[in-house]
T-cell receptor
Framework: EDQVTQSPEALRLQEGESSSLNCSYT??????LFWYRQDPGKGPEFLFT???AGEEKEKERLKATLTKKESFLHITAPKPEDSATYLC???????????FGKGTKLSVKP | GAVVSQHPSRVICKSGTSVKIECRSL??????MFWYRQFPKQSLMLMAT?????????EQGVEKDKFLINHASLTLSTLTVTSAHPEDSSFYIC??????????????FGSGTRLTVV
């Protein structure tokens, strides 16, 4: 069964304190791993797509990496505006939809 | 980039009434639409998948007679919650894509609808 597990469930950081979010997955035939950001009461907002192990993508303070079993979202020197829930999703197997993890709720305090 | 407009953003209805939620793709043809439900502190749970012009495919445990999905055009899909009850209160989100799966930017999501049944 295709599955996505994100950890930690919640993460509190001080502004400037770098850290990483984890997304481990099991899927038959990964065809893409996606990171989204979701603010309260809003729909998910696209961040990154990763397709193969070893791939890395960067955007401002965020960097996503992928291995054969997991993906990391690294946050460097976060700011309060980075506070949100970060969702990981995989696309693969025989399904057309994305399979989501439960997300990591990030809080960055000034 | 691709934009999906979802309305209304919030709706309060009385128990027993029906509510319609619209999801429109503004600048691309949405061959496939996905409808999700999200409870507090939970992930997005897929309710159904619809392809333009075809009947929706519902996930196990989702009542198709209660959650009516229409995807009659390449730019519009609707979810109607019929005879709503308080337990149907949730955050409903749509996402859209083409026929070839997610693009390099994934599937595009609407902004969500907060349904409260009183």
């Amino acid at each position: 069964e295709d599955q996505v597990t994100q950890s930690p469930e919640a993460l509190r950081l001080q502004e400037g304190e770098s850290s990483s979010l984890n997304c481990s997955y099991t899927v038959s035939g990964l065809r893409g791993l996606f990171w989204y950001r979701q603010d309260p009461g809003k729909g998910p907002e696209f961040l990154f797509t990763l397709y193969s192990a070893g791939e890395e993508k960067e955007k401002e303070r965020l960097k996503a990496t992928l291995t054969k079993k997991e993906s990391f979202l690294h946050i460097t020197a976060p700011k309060p505006e980075d506070s949100a829930t970060y969702l990981c999703a995989v696309y693969g197997g025989s399904q057309g939809n994305l399979i989501f993890g439960k997300g990591t709720k990030l809080s960055v305090k000034p | 980039g691709a934009v999906v407009s979802q309305h209304p953003s919030r709706v309060i209805c009385k128990s027993g009434t029906s509510v319609k939620i619209e999801c429109r793709s503004l600048d691309f043809q949405a061959t496939t639409m996905f409808w999700y439900r999200q409870f507090p502190k939970q992930s997005l749970m897929l309710m159904a998948t619809s392809n333009e012009g075809s009947k929706a495919t519902y996930e196990q445990g989702v009542e198709k007679d209660k959650f009516l999905i229409n995807h009659a055009s390449l730019t519009l899909s609707t979810l109607t919650v019929t005879s709503a009850h308080p337990e149907d209160s949730s955050f409903y989100i749509c996402s859209a894509g083409g026929s070839q799966g997610p693009s390099n930017y994934g599937y595009t999501f609407g902004s969500g609808t907060r349904l409260t049944v009183v």
